[in-house]
């Protein structure tokens, strides 16, 4: 049996297998634990990725919602302004309008009194030179008794 080489040859073989298991299972298993160690760090990685991610999304959708509220606060403000514009607009439009309406109308009664004392003074003068067309044509007593009897007429109207 020791002389047998397919004995030593078993006993090399095993003695083979024997010292290379050892630094082959470390090499093998240190291998899958590294690569193990690999894949538990970019799993780690990609949920540490996932959960910025599901943060800068919600700092975007707060964002998101804050621009709108901004949005609507300033559309809401310039509807405001609008209303508060439009409505000055048409106050002083009103008092514009009040106001060249009391002007027009201060103006037309001075035109009226100007009319109606331009037409007194001139029936004034008409009268005045019918009366004195007359009372040329009168005699001097005629003329005298009239005046008397205009003086006494004048006198009981006081």
């Known amino acids: 049996m020791f002389e047998d080489p397919k004995f030593w040859l078993l006993v090399s073989f095993i003695s083979f297998v024997v010292l290379i298991y050892k630094p082959f299972k470390t090499m093998f298993i240190g291998g899958l634990d590294s690569k193990i160690e690999e894949i538990k760090e970019n799993i780690n990685s990609s949920l540490r990725s996932f959960t910025d991610a599901e943060k800068k999304l919600k700092e975007a959708e707060q964002q998101t919602a804050d621009l709108d509220n901004k949005i609507n606060e300033l559309l809401s403000n310039a509807k405001n302004q609008a209303e508060s514009i439009s409505r000055s607009i048409v106050e002083k439009t009103s008092q514009a309008i009040a106001s060249k309406e009391k002007n027009s109308l201060d103006r037309i009664k001075q035109i009226e009194l100007s009319a109606v004392q331009s037409i007194k003074k001139q029936a004034s003068a008409e009268l ?12 001097d007593t005629e003329r005298k008794s009239i ?3 205009s003086v006494i007429k004048f006198k009981s109207l006081n």
């Open 128 to 139: 005045n030179n019918l009366i004195t067309n007359y009372l040329e044509g009168l005699s």
């Open 147 to 149: 005046l008397s009897n």
